[in-house]
């Protein structure tokens, strides 16, 4: 019975990667950026969105860190390309794109006994009484230098060019990645970081407020990569009051990261970087930071 579902998620999967690819070809001609899907032979395998400028490089690197479910049956839907639009922005700027999959998404998150069909899923922060936000941040975190050395490796990017951009509880893992300061990464881009929210279900609860503003100082006690955090008033899982709560223990233990809040946007400001709309209001404040690192 596995085998025949695997099989039936392999060909699934593999008409998708073929929709997406026939279906962009038109699309991205002018802007000669073309999308692929790796599979990428990491320590832990796993599968990636690819958008790049045509041409064999090298480019500057853009890894785009998705946010997580702590649902399985939620998980098994996890869409393979959560920010296509975003990810071409920056594939349209000259960067080679890299989203990956974690381990435990998609058909990866079909469980059989004790085990994900295609790796772990390794985001779980625990109980409420006592969460542990910071292993699973650098957990992903790992992953992003994984990425790094293996692109380095294949000459596929300039490899002291590397910024790093990530949502939700991907935003989170990009700070934690911040803490360890990877020589390679240049710059780091958050959209509604955090972990812990919507506890139940319910907007404005998170799991542990305090501990998470606590590990959001610990990890800037390290941190010195520029930083640029962006939230939205109306995002339910990390709101105004939590997120300049973080932002003040980031900055006083001495990370370095500018805090933008922006206007509600849609049902849930949330899933802002997700909408083509959300675009023009993002890329200017983005194009700022970044060529401010320059």
């Not at 650098?138 to 994984?146: C, F, I, T």
């Not at 907007?203 to 501990?211: G, L, S, T």
């Not at 949330?270 to 983005?286: E, K, R, T």
Request: charged share 20%; glycine share 8%; hydrophobic share 45%.
């Amino acid at each position: 019975m596995c085998e025949q579902r695997l099989r039936t998620l392999a060909v699934a999967f593999l008409l998708l990667c073929a929709t997406l690819i026939t279906s962009s070809r038109a699309e991205n001609q002018a802007a000669s950026i073309q999308e692929e899907i790796w599979a990428l032979p990491l320590p832990l395998p796993m599968f990636a969105y690819v958008v790049r400028p045509v041409g064999d490089g090298p480019f500057p690197l853009a890894i785009m860190n998705h946010g997580v479910s702590m649902n399985p049956t939620g998980r098994s839907f996890f869409p393979l390309v959560e920010f296509r639009d975003a990810a071409k922005w920056f594939a349209k700027r000259g960067y080679l794109v890299v989203a990956p999959v974690g381990t435990g998404y998609g058909a990866a998150a079909i469980d059989i006994p004790e085990h994900a069909l295609y790796g772990p899923f390794f985001s779980k922060v625990g109980k409420c009484s006592n969460p542990n936000f910071r292993a699973p941040g650098l957990a992903v975190a790992q992953v992003d230098l994984w990425i790094i050395d293996y692109m380095a490796a294949e000459k596929r990017i300039v490899p002291n060019d590397v910024i790093v951009v990530g949502q939700s509880a991907g935003g989170w893992a990009s700070i934690a990645l911040s803490s360890l300061n990877p020589p390679q990464v240049k710059a780091i881009i958050t959209f509604a970081a955090g972990r812990g929210g919507r506890v139940d279900g319910k907007p404005n609860n998170n799991c542990a407020p305090d501990k998470l503003v606590e590990t959001t100082g610990e990890f800037g006690r390290t941190s010195r990569v520029p930083m640029l955090w962006i939230y939205i008033e109306n995002d339910t899982f990390f709101g105004p009051a939590l997120s300049k709560r973080m932002h003040e223990a980031f900055t006083a233990a001495g990370g370095k990261a500018e805090y933008r809040l922006l206007p509600p946007f849609g049902d849930d400001g949330h899933f802002f970087i997700g909408s083509p709309d959300a675009i023009p209001i993002w890329s200017p404040l983005v194009t700022k930071f970044l060529d401010e690192q320059r």
